[in-house]
């Protein structure tokens, strides 16, 4: 590893599996102090363990709370520049889903996906600017979807969430140019994650039948890794791209 995040405190949501639990592991490798928050907090726990094992002496704070709670939003804040002195880097990543038709939609479930995707990052937001201003070069990496852009069935709110997460990344680059913070979108296409592996179960399929399968709604033809989405998440909080702002990232295997 080159030590890309050397010296800087990032900031991750929704850092308990998955994507967020691989970009945690990747900006520990490259020399970065960790907050990790998550709602489970079990799952926190063990997920700290984990990168705690594979880089003994990481500096990793850990706060269990869900991102709807603005409250919570500003103590990640103070921990961060408390215990780890400063903030440098926000990747908002927690998400839910609600899987069903439109016509079918449980409108107490759509206030919840909006809620945790698009309220929960301009909660995280909101209460890191501050600190990410005094940071002179921050950086803010979203995690979209590539379903942002492009419909499909059941996936509405979720969808349209992540769809609204695209226009919330554009304004956080207008307003930070001023004070040196990027703002930039990864959308990321199906990645093998707890989620889509218990999908694939409830369907009948196994992970390795998921691993197996030639997906159809890409051209790489398979699924990503979570570590395949951590890496661009990792050059965007760097300062290998410090001449990028407001953009989206399609890491999707190609879109046919």
């Not at 639990?21 to 907050?35: I, V």
């Not at 700290?48 to 500096?59: C, F, K, M, S, W």
């Not at 001023?178 to 009948?204: E, M, Y």
Request: include cysteine; aromatic fraction near 4%.
């Amino acid at each position: 590893m080159t030590g890309r995040l050397a010296g800087k405190v990032a900031l991750v949501t929704g850092a308990a599996q998955g994507i967020g639990l691989a970009t945690a592991a990747l900006f520990c490798a490259e020399g970065a102090k960790l907050l990790l928050v998550d709602r489970d907090a079990a799952a926190l726990q063990a997920a700290e363990a984990l990168v705690r094992d594979a880089h003994p002496g990481a500096q990793i704070e850990t706060l269990a709370a869900d991102v709807t709670d603005a409250n919570a939003a500003a103590r990640a804040t103070a921990t961060a520049v408390e215990a780890l002195g400063g903030l440098h880097v926000l990747v908002s990543n927690a998400a839910m889903r609600d899987v069903e038709p439109i016509e079918q939609a449980d409108l107490g479930a759509w206030e919840r996906v909006l809620g945790t995707n698009v309220v929960g990052t301009v909660n995280f937001c909101r209460a890191a600017l501050p600190a990410l201003k005094r940071a002179q070069g921050a950086s803010i990496v979203v995690v979209s979807s590539c379903y942002a852009i492009r419909g499909r069935t059941g996936f509405a709110a979720y969808d349209a969430s992540k769809a609204a997460l695209l226009a919330v990344t554009r304004s956080l680059a207008a307003e930070g140019a001023a004070h040196g913070i990027r703002a930039n979108a990864v959308c990321p296409g199906g990645t093998l994650t707890p989620f889509t592996v218990g999908r694939g179960r409830q369907r009948g399929r196994s992970e390795d039948d998921l691993r197996g399968e030639r997906k159809a709604d890409t051209l790489l033809g398979r699924w990503a890794e979570p570590a395949e989405i951590a890496y661009p998440i990792l050059w965007l909080a760097s300062d290998e791209a410090s001449y990028v702002t407001g953009s989206v990232l399609m890491v999707d295997g190609g879109a046919p």
